[in-house]
């Protein structure tokens, strides 16, 4: 099966407190971890250990700058066969429908059978897959939490509905999968793997190389654009309890208490 | 005036809660507008759906079709095709079932489309102003929306208040006809249900509730100590699953349980609103965790800015002193 898998770089939300910059026009950048989206991650493992019961190839691609290369080759060290930068200043400021449209346009230069991205990434839209599924005319599931392979035609896949239930699907290939985190447990990448795949050359692709008009993506082609990023305000917030953590336990205590959280 | 349409979600002859946040959102995006429900489905179950809308929404468009008494998103996409109109505005539920429809859907209307979408504020010209949350709730943004071409947009649950005035007393169109011969290359099998786990934490009073702060599987000992120490049960957010820490059945969430305790300990929980959408009935929540501008801290009625693998075996073991 010829299996591509769509990752991106974003900031690690394990290893960073997010915080908004001085005017409000980003996130504050500076000394950013960034690793590969987590639930990219889970469906680079979904993929190799299919490409593994079945065989074929895994290629993952990313659309981002220089840096997102060392994402691709992250999860070629997993065990991916093949890394595609898709990489142009004409993609900065992409909206969802932007990036999907720049991946259309390397997945119809290559077959492929399955086509997985993560379910969401950093800003959380969850509909890159979605998108990318309806310009390609293919069938779509999100949240899948489950593949099993039927044959060479079909797939049954588990969707993470609400209440942690499993909806099961029958999906004709070739189709579009966004991948939900917990489906399986993403192999370690260790140092040795990184510099075994680190001379292992990963073409990239301009706007014009795809045949992409600048115009129709990035910034200039994205109907939907963020503004500013302000820290939320979703109510009174909390009581802070402060002191040594002495006297802080002693606090707690005494409001449990009252509040019959201590038995 | 553009048309603004809301997709109802119900399930066994009940519209869903969002059915009024929808009307209420809505009302925020155009105070005058005429608001058209869509309410799909099979059988019987659908009239009492409709005639609840029916109250809320200027006009309810009825779909009954044997195809529909799953919602299959595939197959409701195809149906939504047909009825909304180039300009036209659609509210989906950001659930499950919002996040597989629409993103396509969008593409295949030439809409635009924004996600999780908390707030309206305002709309100028074709130009809409929305609020929406990046990084698990970290940070919000203001989104700019051009709906010159239609837009569809999913509306996060529990984010508008709802509106009962029910004032509406709306028609209901059959559209069936809409619905003959759509298919689909997906199709609905079975749902598997949740399994029940040792501990039912639906049911329990206080919750000792952990995140990705316990950092390590070993660690999730201290909350096991702590809510002995307290006579509560351990429950757990979304990462501690993942990572096969603690059992799926103890997981509070939208994706996990709905949990309703008298008293509720986040313990190195971030708060995203995933994991908010699975407490209710309003508990005394106390949230301990280093990140002093953690979301959990803005919801939480006592919090503590402390690492949790030192500050909870001090207070398991103040309250075994005092026991």
Known sequence: ?263 | MTQVFAYIVHKDGVADDTTLELIAAAKKLQADAQVTAIVTGSGSDLDAVCTEAAASYNEVLKIDNENMAYPNAEIIRALLLKIIPADGILLVPHTTFGMDLAPGLSVKLDAAFVADVVDFEGLDGSNLKLVRQEYSGQVSTHVSCDISSGAVINIRPGAFAPDESKAASGSVVDKSSEAQGLTAKRSYLETVVAEVGDVDITKSDVLVSVGRGIEDEDNIEIAQELAEAMGADVSCSRPIVDSKWLEKSRQVGTSGQTVKPKVYIACGISGSFQHLGGIKGSPFMVAINKNPKAPIFQVADVGVVADILEFIPEFADKIKDMQ
């Open chain 1, 1 to 263: 099966m010829e299996i591509l898998v769509c990752v991106k770089r974003v900031p690690d939300t394990a290893e960073n407190e997010i915080e908004v910059n001085n005017d409000g026009s980003d996130i504050s950048r500076d000394d950013l971890v960034y690793s590969v989206n987590e639930w990219d991650n889970y469906a680079v493992e979904e993929a190799i250990q299919i490409r593994d019961n079945v065989g074929g190839t895994v290629t993952v691609i990313s659309v981002g700058d220089d840096e997102s290369e060392e994402v691709l080759r992250r999860e070629m060290a997993m065990g991916a066969d093949k890394g595609i930068l898709l990489s142009d200043d004409a993609f900065n400021g992409s909206d969802g429908k932007g990036l999907a449209s720049i991946l259309k346009a390397e997945v119809e230069k290559g077959k492929y059978d399955l086509i997985m991205a993560g379910a969401q990434a950093d800003a959380g839209a969850g509909q890159v897959g979605g998108m990318l599924a309806a310009m390609l005319d293919l069938p779509y599931a999100s949240l899948v939490n489950k593949v099993e392979v039927i044959d060479d035609k079909k797939l049954k896949v588990g969707r993470e509905v609400e209440g942690g239930n499993v909806e099961m699907n029958d999906i004709e290939l070739p189709c579009v999968l966004s991948i939900q985190t917990g489906i399986n447990e993403p192999r370690y990448v260790g140092i040795r793997g990184i510099r075994k795949v680190a001379s292992v050359e990963i073409p990239v692709r301009s706007a014009s190389d795809l045949g992409i008009s600048p115009d129709t993506v990035g910034d200039a082609g994205s109907k939907v654009k963020v503004l500013d990023y302000f820290v939320p305000d979703l109510g009174e917030g909390a009581e802070m309890l402060e002191g040594s953590t002495e006297e802080i336990v002693e606090k707690l205590v005494e409001l449990l208490k009252a509040k019959g959280g201590i038995k």
